[in-house]
């Protein structure tokens, strides 16, 4: 199944982009949440 999979990312490698990118973005996403979260509850921060 895998070595199909390289044949067909080797034929057509803009297939796995969007998928990647997809993948990126939403990482992305969390980690702002993430960070908005922090500065929203952290009571350590809040004097700053």
Request: glycine letters at 6%; a positive charge; charged letters at 20%.
């Amino acid at each position: 199944m895998l070595s199909r999979a390289m044949e067909a990312i080797r034929l057509s490698p803009w297939v796995p982009f969007f998928p990647g990118l997809a993948i990126a973005f939403t990482v992305f996403a969390f980690n702002m949440l993430g960070d908005a979260l922090r500065d929203i509850l952290d009571p350590k921060l809040r004097g700053r």
